[in-house]
């Protein structure tokens, strides 16, 4: 089994997430939402915590991958107050 690694660049270093790492968070939306809904909305939640020294990779419309549980605890507390969705940890 090969291990996916995803690359971010951050100003002068260079950040791996190893994906087999299961540090996740989904974002779960009513029934019926657009795929492309959910999708716009989680990147623009990636960047937000981008902004905030929290590096993400999402792997689909509603799911955000953390370097570490710290990271995702942080995240978690961040965007639970938002109408639009709830926040679930995928272990």
Known sequence: MTTAISTIAHSSSTVSIHMN???????????????????????????????RNIHTVQTNANTLVFESTRDRMYAQLLLSNDPLYTVVEID
Do not use: P
């Open 21 to 51: 790492t299961q540090h996740k968070l989904r974002l779960v939306f009513e029934s019926g939402t657009a795929e492309e809904f959910k999708d716009c909305i989680t990147a623009a939640r990636g960047i937000d915590l981008y902004v």
